[in-house]
């Protein structure tokens, strides 16, 4: 007895440093068992989905630190959520130091995949899509990564979200990169969130393709530097199907790059064409609210070295159509709302800029619309940031 | 080493335990046991007789989980008493445990389905959900949840056939999460100041003191006490452990704890932050004086789990809670957003 504690003691001094793979293969029960893997895996551990279809009737969840969650591939390994009953949410991950990588969540009813002060979490080559095409009854958001410090997403493809496909929110230092958003009411989306850099990205065939957002009443607020370089913001041509109540509703459809009320953002060496509106609108919050600490303007926008295709084409703002008549037919590639005046300090090379001169939340009717050369100023001083290493690593 | 010594300690414990006492070890130690009989905390489990040191409570004002039948218990160990707290849950000591048995009259008889068990252990608050077996003998552990088909009648006399949902380990944290930490939500003094409960613990030395101007909250189905008192009950019993600015729903910044005061935290004309198809046509979470207006009500109103607000345990409308925060946004006076 005495020696079996002696080795019983030793094995389990030693298992901590032993990184475990669980395994959940495809088959009946995959609810139970996919789930109970979470809920055993230890900081360390793999749980390796096998390939195949995993038919889920209710949300997943992980809350252990430091797991990483690997499938066989984002068309082998399937989380399909048709049949789901419950949860808000494919999977939702609440804990730090996660990897989500190689597979797909299918058809949820809610959002794909939720993280929630997830601080450090990965994305990596994970698809999330509702499979029946854009409507409105798809998921609100396909990776949502909310209340977190660090957070990469690389390689990531998100379809059909009716809200938006990347939606990050309310973090800081956020990386989105490499990845494709496609027939979601909004591509990528950065709202109320600090440090960003959107780099390398497809964002084709939705309403609007990146959105950069600072909305009023929520309990953090945009800090900028969002950096939104060397994407290909194309053909975002998909109607708005929002359901009305969403602020992406108002998104006009044909909306490449969207700034609304944020500061310090960057929008540089992009590739947009086929944007319907306008490659790029700068705008500012413009419904009443009642946050006494919010600043409904964006601030320091630069919008510097895009490649400008065919745009304007078919305006879907109001007033757009009449806009674009006394124009010569379409509209010019950058739209600014004009409100704020001097204190936007829009600059960059970027242009023609149709300029509206609106009033705070002022009706279109009263815009005063020209067209202005953008001052190409310097940049304000940038704040950059670096992901900690072991992200890196995990997303090679 | 230390599991094992746990392991070991479990095992002394099972062999040695009182007779129809608490298994004080299945409480502290670190494992999950199997079968919720381990734990002793009924003397009959078959017909759910407590063992000593349980005290049985309700709330006034409850959680609405499909209009299931709720027994629930405190437990604590010999000696032990809870601390009182004006504004937060008792403040129970480690040993502790919170037992609530879910189920449904079939025949005249509450038949358990479901018991969650809350540990109040070295390391924190543990949940664990046990199901009980088709004899009603016993439960077994089911830490990833589980989905039971359920037939009921409800209080207005309709019938339901419905998939019940035990909820997993993470699902429980989801809802007992409070800045990272798993919390207690029902045992507030202000639900369990009523019939006399509070008095009861403080006679039975299980409470530590009890002033004389304990808050109470109201009924939510009393038709004497002020409606706004009623509706914000509800809201609160219902929805403020996901939504307050330490729960699992603090991105939203829509706070429907009682204690609250800005007007847009608590709803009105506040914008939905990620509400995605959650908010339906709607623009604001309560519009005053136009229910059909409130996203609040219509995610109350939606069993669709995209929409269905509370986001777990519900697969059923709880119609008497639509109708009173229906009348209750009703009652509002109506206005206009400010800017």
């Known amino acids: 007895m005495l020696r079996f504690c002696a080795l019983a003691a030793v094995l389990l001094a030693a298992t901590p440093a032993l990184a475990r793979d669980i395994v959940v293969e495809a088959g009946p029960n995959a609810q139970e068992r996919l789930q109970s893997a979470l809920l055993d895996a230890r900081p360390g551990d793999t749980v390796r989905i096998g390939a195949g279809r995993f038919e889920l009737t209710d949300g997943l969840s992980l809350d252990v630190n430091g797991v990483t969650v690997r499938g066989a591939g984002t068309e082998r390994t399937v989380l399909s959520f048709k049949g789901q009953l419950g949860a808000g949410e494919g999977l939702l991950v609440t804990s730090d130091d996660v990897v989500l990588r190689d597979f797909a969540v299918e058809d949820s009813k809610g959002d794909g995949i939720k ?13 999330v899509e509702w499979t029946g095409g854009p409507k409105a009854t798809n998921g609100a958001y396909g990776v949502y990564p909310v209340e977190s410090e660090d957070v990469l997403i690389d390689g990531v493809t998100v379809k059909g979200a009716s809200d938006a496909g990347i939606y990050v929110g309310q973090s800081n230092r956020i990386v989105v990169r490499n990845s494709t958003a496609m027939y979601n009411v909004a591509g990528i989306e950065i709202e109320n969130s600090g440090l960003a850099e959107v780099t390398g990205n497809l964002a084709a065939h939705n309403t609007g393709g990146i959105l950069v957002f600072d909305l009023p009443a929520l309990p953090k607020r945009g800090a900028g530097y969002v950096l939104v370089k060397g994407n290909r913001v194309v053909d975002n041509d998909t109607p708005n199907f929002a359901p009305p109540g969403n602020t992406v509703a108002t998104v006009p459809t044909g909306t490449g790059v969207l700034v609304m009320a944020e500061n310090d953002v960057s929008v540089t060496g992009n590739e947009l064409s086929g944007n319907g509106t306008a490659n790029i609108m700068v705008v500012a919050y413009r419904q009443p609210f009642e946050d006494k600490g919010y600043d409904p303007y964006p601030r320091n926008i630069r919008l510097a070295g895009n490649k400008h295709g065919r745009t304007g084409f078919a305006p879907a703002m109001p007033g757009g159509k009449e806009l674009a008549a006394a124009l010569g037919g379409t509209l010019p590639p950058v739209f600014w709302d004009g409100t704020g ?25 009263t815009a005063k619309p020209q067209l202005i050369k953008l001052d190409n100023a310097a940049p304000s001083p940038w704040r950059t940031f670096k992901l900690p290493a072991a992200m890196e690593a995990a997303a090679k | 080493m230390k599991a094992l010594l746990g392991a070991v300690a479990l095992f002394a414990a099972a062999l040695i335990g009182r007779p129809g006492g608490v298994n004080d070890a299945a409480i502290t130690g670190e494992g999950y046991p199997a079968r919720l009989s381990e734990f002793g905390f009924f003397t009959d489990l078959a017909a759910r007789m407590p063992a000593q040191g349980l005290f049985r409570y309700d709330l006034d004002t409850p959680l609405f989980s499909d209009y299931a039948a709720k027994e629930r218990y405190i437990y604590l160990p010999a000696g032990a008493r809870a601390k009182y707290d004006p504004d937060g849950p008792l403040d129970l000591p480690v040993g502790a445990a919170l037992v609530k048995t879910f189920g449904y009259p079939v025949d005249g008889r509450f038949k358990p389905l479901e018991t969650r068990v809350l540990l109040h252990r070295a390391g924190g608050w543990v949940p664990i959900p046990y199901v009980w077996n088709a004899e009603g003998s016993d439960a077994d552990i089911r830490r990833a949840g589980t989905r039971i088909p359920v037939a009921f009648v409800d209080p207005s006399g309709e019938r339901h056939a419905i998939s019940y949902a035990v909820p997993n380990q993470n699902q429980c944290k989801d809802c007992h999460g409070l800045a990272g930490r798993v919390t207690p939500i029902g045992i507030k003094a202000h ?33 004497a006490a002020p409606l706004d008192a009623r509706a914000r009950a509800w809201l609160e019993i219902n929805c ?100």
């Not at chain 1, 829009?346 to 009033?359: C, H, N």
């Open chain 1, 115 to 127: 993280s929630k002060g997830a601080d450090r979490i990965v994305y990596k080559n994970v698809r």
């Open chain 2, 191 to 223: 639900y369990l100041n009523h019939g006399g409960q509070l008095e009861k613990m403080l006679a039975a030395g299980m409470l530590d003191r009890l002033p004389p101007d304990a808050p109470r909250v109201a009924r939510w189905d009393d038709q």
């Open chain 2, 240 to 339: 403020a452990h996901c939504h307050n600015p330490r729960g699992a729903a603090s991105n939203s910044g829509l706070f429907l704890d009682l204690a609250r005061t800005d007007p847009e935290q608590r709803g009105l004309f506040k914008r939905p932050t990620a509400a995605g198809r959650g908010a339906g046509t709607r623009d604001f979470d309560i519009v005053p004086g136009v229910p059909d207006a409130s996203i609040l009500l219509y995610r109350m109103e939606s069993t669709d789990p995209g929409i269905a607000m509370p986001e777990l345990g519900r697969a059923t409308v709880h119609k008497e809670g639509v109708a009173l925060v229906r009348q209750w946004i009703e009652s509002m006076p109506k206005s206009a957003p400010g800017r």
């Open chain 1, 341 to 365: 005046g001097d204190k936007v300090r829009l600059v960059g090379d970027d242009g023609p800029v149709l300029a509206l001169g609106l009033a705070l939340g002022a009706g279109i009717e």
